[in-house]
T-cell receptor, first 117, second 117 residues
Framework: KAGVTQTPRYLIKTRGQQVTLSCSPI?????VSWYQQTPGQGLQFLFE???????NKGNFPGRFSGRQFSNSRSEMNVSTLELGDSALYLC????????????????FGPGTRLTVL | AQSVTQLDSHVSVSEGTPVLLRCNYS??????LFWYVQHPNKGLQLLLK??????LVKGINGFEAEFKKSETSFHLTKPSAHMSDAAEYFC???????????????FGQGTILTVHP
């Protein structure tokens, strides 16, 4: 079974631009979560999607948004990029079927390294 | 609210000696607890998980962790370190209640494990 894939793996953008990152979950998984990893703040939860609906959201500004498609693939978008948005963005998938979906460990992709100049 | 404290930012051991990575957690409900490992420029890999079955949990690559509710701890151990264990380790908590816990893992700040020959 193929793992979680993320594209692109590396991105370089300039301040003020916007960026879209893509995540394809493990086949059969319907829940996708996004995380931001930086040296200063560590790993922080951005949001989670299940069956095309955002079920949970972390404490990030509205510049960070996402969506999920009917095939469970997910995208996240960051508008008006700032230098502080430079980070490794990780997505993770899980089946999400149980109401207590936290029982299910999340499977992580390799991440997209975003550099904002 | 849930939180995780990893008590050591860096741990250094010699190959063949025991490893102890310490983690304390805080959770309003009975939590799920995980240890993930991240090798340089790689995604996160699950080492083991606790979900209220046995309190001593065995994971991959010889790692294990013991859930101690009275101490709110979930320390990671390995009897004998190997060079390939050098990586960053994350203690992670997830509440078992839906709503604000959907898809959300809360990460500790990480412990970098160095293994000397």
């Amino acid at each position: 079974k193929a793992g979680v894939t993320q594209t692109p793996r590396y991105l370089i953008k300039t301040r003020g631009q916007q960026v879209t990152l893509s995540c394809s979950p493990i086949s059969g998984h319907r829940s996708v979560s996004w995380y931001q990893q930086t040296p200063g703040q560590g790993l922080q939860f951005l949001f989670e999607y299940f069956s095309e609906t955002q079920r949970n959201k972390g404490n990030f500004p509205g510049r960070f948004s996402g969506r999920q498609f009917s095939n469970s693939r997910s995208e996240m978008n960051v508008s008006t990029l700032e230098l502080g948005d430079s980070a490794l963005y990780l997505c993770a998938s899980t089946s999400g079927f149980s109401p207590q979906s936290s029982y299910n460990e999340q499977f992580f992709g390799p991440g997209t390294r975003l550099t904002v100049l | 609210a849930q939180s995780v404290t990893q008590l050591d930012s860096h741990v250094s051991v010699s190959e063949g000696t025991p490893v102890l990575l310490r983690c304390n957690y805080s959770s309003s409900y009975s939590p799920s607890l995980f240890w993930y490992v991240q090798h340089p420029n790689k995604g996160l890999q699950l080492l083991l998980k606790y979900t209220s079955a046995a309190t001593l949990v065995k994971g991959i690559n010889g790692f294990e962790a013991e859930f101690k509710k009275s101490e709110t701890s979930f320390h990671l151990t390995k009897p004998s370190a190997h060079m390939s264990d050098a990586a960053e380790y994350f203690c992670v908590v997830s509440d078992k209640v839906g709503g604000t816990s959907y898809g959300k893992l809360t990460f500790g700040q990480g412990t970098i494990l160095t293994v000397h020959p």
